[in-house]
């Protein structure tokens, strides 16, 4: 390994530090003082190679190279934060590979006194997970216009702390409005098993699976739980639990990889041990690769819905709703990625992503490249989440690779 | 109606607007500012008739009237905190009739320069609810030496607020020691539909449902709900889900009446919308008035936790657990409730109780009377709980009557 790869590997585990749990991962939810920190450490790793760090309205941090007066930027990034006892390598991994990716072209174009067609930049986008502050990918759904930055700023943790405020007190609310952006370029975990199995180094993400993600509250009526006779009784939890158990039985309707159902979050109120519960509020989501079987799925989840309200004597009803279909990366960016991963030695595939990411949004405005490096056994939003070095580094390598292409204008429209 | 119950009723719907809800019900949790509130109301009342207001180690609230010196001493009262959203009748009924009660009892005997054979007082006890503190009836035990008192005092609410402080903030954690206690009386809406059903006004309390109340802590592994298949996921929320409908499902196998189940409060970690949860604490329990019915639903849970464990692919631990049989109030007193009320000309009948009551720790250690008024469709635990003020003025009269014949050494062993 080389001494450059050593110095991404020992800075990758360096900030594995921050926020660290003691059991292997790590715990820095958006706008928390750890996030605050690691962004504080990215300005400086970028400053001191004359990068202008600046933050958006909604907490973005940019750090950018003008290499060309007045060309568009190529973007690279992922993001920072973390869900609770999470994993070291989600979101982290693509942002530190972009910030050594830049560093090392940067050098390179200084070193050959060559300028690139399009400047180069690195990206931490704000809140992507979604675990303190919803919904997730804020900071890039904000960029890309998709969220209203008014509305994310005013959106509050489950303290009553507002976007504003927590990005205020770590010192990330600016107003930095970024220039105009000709390419976007991600890394990241593969969250899943797929790569590994199949012996592939590298991922080329073609697509996303298409998602449908509800909120549901369901009513009920609070009664003591003890005097209360069962057939009096408007049991929201029971109600919800139901909603829960027939989401897996949707799954389990299909072959196993083939829909995704699952209920994460989910409160009850008014949570007093001799209540009976009143309201759940709880989010669900169903994943398909194909559109037809998320129909479906979503049609018998519906089904039940009807007939959960009448066995538990509850109200179910609909709140917010975020459904997205099976949508392409630009397949320009795939055979770039497909050459460049060729022209490196590195065993890659054609892969969707399961799970949402930020270039899920980028793609929509720009060409986008999203590339994969293998999980351990899958395991993901998890302290065990792990990607071996070799992995990090070859991934390392083939983003710089790609990067270099775009920002000679390789997908240039 | 006389202006002595007309003040009664006036006094128990001005302490109905202290931590009013503004839907009807109230929000009074143990050692809040609003119970502080309704405390320092009670003080006021006794001290202005010149009784001696004072508050134990366990925030216990005593107001007490030294008529026979030296004599030990009949104890009257319930608790003044609520659940959160409550209704205005559970527990402060029971503490503003004892109020009155021994108010009318004190003038009648300074009218008639009578000196009862036991001294007289009210007793407001801290925390039966529960709700912000575990576990329920937590002045009663710990008076009646169930809890231990430093355990007590540790106890946190889900901000870590220990119940220490919160006695502290409202200046009702004090160093008193209680005089001994010759007999004690409640009474309480009886938060069923029976009475109301059966057209009758006074229940004299036989005997308590047995129950079993358990902590059950799901154990599963956080993974991510998007990319993580079906097959590889060990999900500690469908894993409490199932045991939320089990516990239905068992209660459903019973007549109508003969089993109460639920689960009242459920915690998940880490509740976020995209992780697969790793663990949920829950409390369910298991009520009847037939302990073999109890054995049975017992025997059916632990086989069904069992079957859920591998159903579910997760581990299924049991944190405490609070289990008691059917045990009987003293029947003398039940027998000299049924003789005042025929005096007073009173429909009465003998009943259960089904919920926990202060009184159900204090028959275990004096003579112990326990009435009950009806409720309104049997609702409670709810901002619509509702007993008609004749009601209200019969309970009144009822348990001043009751504690008159226990002041003169009714129920003397």
């Known amino acids: 390994m080389n001494t450059d790869d050593r110095a991404f590997l020992d800075a990758f585990h360096q900030v594995g530090k921050i926020g660290a749990t003691g059991h292997g991962g790590v715990e820095r939810q958006a706008g928390s003082a750890a996030d605050g920190e690691q962004r504080r450490w990215l300005a400086d790793l970028l400053s001191a190679s004359g990068f202008a760090v600046n933050y958006d309205p909604i907490?973005?941090?940019?750090?950018?190279?003008?290499?060309?007066?007045?060309?568009?930027?190529?973007?690279?990034?992922?993001?920072?934060?973390?869900?609770?006892?999470?994993?070291?390598?989600?979101?982290?991994?693509?942002?530190?590979?972009?910030?050594?990716?830049?560093?090392?072209l940067a050098e390179k174009w200084r070193d050959s006194h060559v300028a690139p067609t399009y400047n180069i930049g690195v990206v931490n986008w704000f809140n992507e997970e979604g675990s303190r502050f919803k919904p997730s990918m804020m900071g890039s759904g904000v960029f890309t216009g998709k969220i209203d930055l008014t509305a994310a700023l005013d959106t509050t943790d489950p303290r009553g702390t507002t976007v504003r405020d927590a990005l205020d007190a770590i010192g990330c609310r600016g107003e930095y409005d970024a220039p105009n952006i000709a390419a976007y370029a991600e890394?990241?975990?593969?969250?899943?098993?797929?790569?590994?199995?199949?012996?592939?180094?590298?991922?080329l993400v073609h697509s996303n699976w298409a998602a449908n993600k509800y909120e549901f509250l369901v009513h009920g009526e609070q009664a003591h739980t003890g005097s209360t006779v069962i057939a009096d009784r408007k049991d929201a939890l029971l109600g919800a639990s139901m909603l829960v158990v027939?989401?897996?039985?949707?799954?389990?309707h299909f072959d196993d990889g083939v829909l995704h159902t699952s209920v994460g979050?989910?409160?009850?109120y008014p949570n007093s041990p001799v209540v009976v519960p009143s309201r759940v509020n709880l989010l669900l989501d169903l994943r398909s690769a194909d559109e037809d079987v998320l129909a479906e799925a979503d049609r018998m989840l519906h089904e039940r819905i009807a007939k959960i309200q009448v066995s538990a004597n509850v109200q179910i009803e609909r709140g917010s709703a975020h459904c997205w279909p099976v949508t392409p990366y630009q397949p320009e960016g795939v055979q770039l990625a497909a050459s460049v991963a060729a022209d490196l030695g590195l065993r890659h595939q054609e892969v969707m992503t399961l799970a949402g990411h930020d270039s899920t949004n980028m793609k929509d405005i720009v060409p986008t490249v999203m590339l994969f490096v293998p999980s351990v056994d899958g395991i993901s939003h998890n302290e065990q989440e792990l990607t071996h070095d070799e992995d990090l580094v070859a991934g390392l390598t083939m983003l710089t690779a790609v990067v270099e292409k775009l920002a000679d204008g390789a997908l240039k429209s």
């Open 246 to 252: 027939a989401a897996r039985e949707i799954a389990d």
């Open 265 to 268: 979050e989910l409160t009850v």
């Open 187 to 203: 890394i990241h975990i593969e969250q899943g098993r797929g790569m590994e199995k199949e012996g592939v180094t590298i991922g």
């Open 59 to 104: 907490g973005n941090e940019f750090g950018l190279l003008e290499l060309t007066p007045g060309a568009p930027y190529v973007l690279v990034g992922s993001h920072l934060d973390s869900q609770p006892t999470a994993g070291r390598y989600d979101g982290a991994y693509g942002v530190i590979a972009a910030a050594y990716a830049v560093l090392r």
